[in-house]
Each structure stands twice: as C-alpha cells, then as structure tokens.
C-alpha cells in the first residue's frame, strides 16, 4: 500500500517543486493579496475533500489520489498565474539599451 501512496503522491511532489519558484516570483512581485487567495482557496478545496471523503466514505488510497491530484491542480493554477504575470511585467518594462 506504502507504493500505491507513493504513486499517489508523486504527481503532486513533482509540481509542488515548480510552485516554489512560482509562490516566490509572486512574493517578489508584491502579490500578496493573490497569494493569500490562492491559499484560503487552497485550504477551502483541501477541506472540502476531506468532508466529501468523509461523508461518501471513500477509501484512504482513494482519498490520497483525489487529495494529491486537487493539489496539483492549484500548483498548476498558481505557476500558469506566474507566468502570466511575469508576461505582462515583461511587456510593460521599457527596457532601452542605449
């Protein structure tokens, strides 16, 4: 069961690397009100889960999958709103080298 776990978990961890350099981008770029809902965001869904889990009794290795996976969505989310802002920083730098 501890494979199936790790299995599990490895989608999330692999993602969960990136969204360190997207979480520090966004601290760097002054996006603390974004951030903040990110994570309230983050810790509604995460609640959510464990509630549906709860209340449909799901079983745990299936708990971990649903658990994992709604994380690595929100790490996809917040590294996609990373690149985008730094998107639109680049373009509104007026960079002349002269």
Do not use: P, Q
Request: glycine share 6%; with cysteine.
């Amino acid at each position: 069961m501890s494979g199936e776990i790790a299995s599990a978990l490895s989608f999330w961890l692999l993602i969960a690397f990136a969204n360190i350099i997207a979480t520090s981008y966004l601290t760097v770029s002054a996006k603390f009100k974004e951030l903040f809902y990110y994570d309230f965001s983050l810790l509604l869904t995460r609640g959510g889960v464990v509630l549906a889990c709860y209340m449909y009794s799901i079983t745990f290795i299936d708990f971990i999958y649903l658990y994992s996976y709604i994380g690595m969505l929100f790490n996809f989310l917040i590294i996609y709103y990373a690149i985008n802002i730094g998107k639109r920083h680049e373009r509104s730098t007026d960079c002349n080298d002269t």
